[in-house]
């Protein structure tokens, strides 16, 4: 490890020097504590003093005996005979809660079979991107108790086949490096380099991103940059002295009451960047999805205290360097402000983030469907705002975890109305947000009609799939997620103009919206009706829906077999012939003095006029969508 770039804050593989490095019958031991009067490594019920290094910040120790599974931890002595027990900051293994020392692991012993995965994965611009966001120990559950986890390993097969079955191409999940209180669910870390050992070590996470890998799906982690567990333990006042967060100030501890990162200090940018660094390229990780950002936008993540440059300079840095050493993955942030130019490379002036979060849609969306039919009219924009300032960013859509917990409802639930009334609404909603340009995120149990506030401690409710509304729901779901997957308008061209078209967003009192997507191969017409009332509706196609000869229906959410009340066979849209336009066209036909049985050369410009004068017919009927592919 060059030592100056570690000080100024440019080192992004600190993790191979220091921390815990066994081999041979041996290990090497390193830790940093540049304020310390001394360290000591208790092991095997011993407290053996650490060598300092040559400038005196550094402490190391090579033992014989040490090995893979030993359990450790670093004695800080401090302010003459005082001391603190630590884990290490760059230990690659940690005791279960509320046990908290590092353990010995190998991080050199796997063997990737994921080579072809590698070679063709992407930032997913131009490729369908549909996220699984989970919380890997209550997604299933060996057993009725807290902590009846299956490990990471025994996950692999079940969670790829169920990924691939309901049309999920990546995942996410929620933290995985270790951290003390469950309820934080791993966004307060004690361990930045640590697998949680709830759910095993480090080969079983690698075990199962390869074995994600090896069935067509990716991975992304969620990572904590901002502030940390504010547990003795860890890394508060590791060395007796304010070293990973800001000596005391107002800005030195976070909202949630943990020690907030100082950014501006060298040795703490090389830590957090190596340890999101060490995910990438240690685990195959193919994302970061970087958490409450705007605390490092903002101090304290409050406007009104202006910018954090430290912090930007910070975010800038660890971006650059973690595409520039892993071209392929991609960088997610999670932003509710304005703060311009999140999603553009930092050569231009950005933070360098592949996606931000389109914290606005979720909530208008959701607020628009917790209200009454009667009264959406008035809130009739609220659904097309998004549009307004979607060029901005490149934004992905998420209805993720923090929108089923904490007395907000899940998904399901929010939708207005008694029980019979919220399913309809939600394919129909479901339905919207995939018609939207931008990346999709979902989070678990939302596929299958979740009721029940998402808890830790408990597996989704499984025992839903006996009841036909659920398991309807989530036949529509994998539908809808497979017809996303499959249907490259839906996502080719997410970030361009050209992509996307309002055709109609002016229907207040009905509350019928129509969009318009397109690619190089093919286009595609959504059609909604989001009021109460079975509604007849016509468009007229003018030519920014191009050519059209018919209309074929790839998903009507009314479908019976979704748990709606339209047979499959009935065709519930057509195209009928503008005869306004067709008038048009006669006179232009008069006007120039052509015959109807003109030439070839004639006869084709107006076939090939025509095809622009269509109407199309809908019969809609409540809460429901249509998706219709355009043939011409």
């Known amino acids: 490890m060059n030592i100056y770039e570690f000080y100024t804050g440019h080192v992004f593989n600190a993790y191979e020097w220091l921390g815990a490095h066994p081999g041979f019958g041996a290990t090497m031991f390193r830790v940093y504590a540049p304020q310390a009067d001394g360290v000591c490594l208790r092991i095997h019920d011993r407290e053996i003093p650490m060598n300092k290094t040559a400038d005196n910040k550094f402490y190391e120790l090579f033992l014989e005996g040490a090995k893979e599974g030993d359990c450790y931890e670093y004695r800080i002595y401090h302010h003459g ?67 009846d986890w299956y490990t990471y390993r025994e996950l692999a097969e079940p969670l790829a086949e169920y ?166 993955i991609f960088l997610v942030a999670e932003d509710s402000t304005s703060f311009p130019n999140v999603t553009t490379p930092v050569e231009y002036g950005g933070l360098g983030y592949d996606y931000k979060w389109d914290m606005g849609w979720m909530h208008d969306t959701l607020e628009y469907f917790q209200s009454s039919p009667l009264f959406r009219g008035g809130g009739y924009h609220k659904l097309s705002f998004s549009m307004m300032y979607f060029n901005n960013e490149h934004y992905l859509m998420p209805l993720s975890h923090d929108e089923v917990v904490h007395g907000k409802a899940t998904i399901l639930q929010k939708m207005n109305g008694e029980y019979d009334m919220k399913w309809p609404q939600a394919r129909a909603m ?25 808890d830790e401690d408990k597996e989704m409710d499984w025992v839903l799939m006996l009841y036909p509304k659920h398991t309807e729901f989530n036949k529509y779901m994998k539908s809808l997620n497979h017809v996303y997957l499959e249907h490259p308008a839906l996502y080719q061209w997410d970030y361009a103009d050209k992509g996307f078209k309002w055709l109609d967003c002016v229907q207040k009192d009905s509350c019928i919206y129509t969009i318009l997507r397109c690619c190089i191969s093919e286009k595609l017409i959504s059609v909604f009706n989001f009021s109460g009332q079975k509604q007849y509706y016509e468009l007229v196609l003018s030519d920014e829906a191009g050519p059209v000869s018919d209309i074929r229906i790839i998903l009507n959410t009314d479908w019976e077999m979704y748990g709606g009340n339209t047979p499959l066979e009935k065709k519930a849209c057509y195209l009928k012939e503008n005869q306004e336009f067709a008038e048009k066209i006669t006179a232009k036909q008069k006007n120039t003095g052509r015959k109807e049985q003109g030439g070839a050369e004639n006869q084709n410009e107006i076939e090939f006029q025509a095809e622009y004068g269509k109407t199309l017919v809908c019969e809609l009927e409540p809460f429901s969508g249509l998706l219709l592919q355009c043939l011409g």
């Open 163 to 328: 990924l691939k079955d309901n049309g999920y191409n990546f995942v996410e999940f929620m933290p995985l490096n270790e951290y003390p209180s469950d309820n934080s669910w791993g966004y307060q870390s004690t361990g930045f380099f640590a697998p949680t050992s709830r759910y095993g070590t480090v080969n079983d996470l690698k075990y199962l991103i390869d074995h994600l890998h090896r069935n067509g799906i990716g991975a992304i982690l969620d990572f904590v940059p901002v502030h940390f567990a504010s547990d003795a333990y860890g890394l508060s006042h590791f060395d007796g002295y304010s070293l990973y967060e800001y000596p005391d100030s107002d800005v030195s501890v976070s909202e949630w009451g943990s020690p907030n990162f100082l950014h501006n200090r060298g040795e703490v940018a090389s830590f957090l960047q190596s340890a999101a660094n060490y995910w990438l390229k240690e685990y195959h990780f193919d994302g970061l999805r970087m958490d409450a950002i705007s605390r490092i936008i903002y101090w304290m993540g409050d406007e009104k205290r202006g910018v954090n440059g430290p912090a930007l300079n910070f975010v800038k840095t660890m971006n650059s360097g973690l595409k520039s050493l892993n071209p392929s």
């Open 430 to 454: 479901y339905l919207f947000m995939y018609s939207h340009p931008g990346k999709k995120l979902n989070f678990m149990g939302n596929e299958i009609g979740h009721f029940r506030e998402w």
């Open 81 to 147: 005979c005082q001391y603190t027990d630590h884990c290490d900051p760059y230990g690659f293994g940690m005791e279960l809660r509320p046990a908290h020392r590092s353990i010995i692991r190998n991080m050199y012993d796997y063997n990737f079979h994921d080579d072809e995965w590698m070679r063709q994965r992407s930032d997913m611009k131009d490729r369908p991107l549909n996220i699984y966001e989970m919380h890997a120990g209550s997604w299933k559950k060996k057993g009725p108790g807290k902590e």
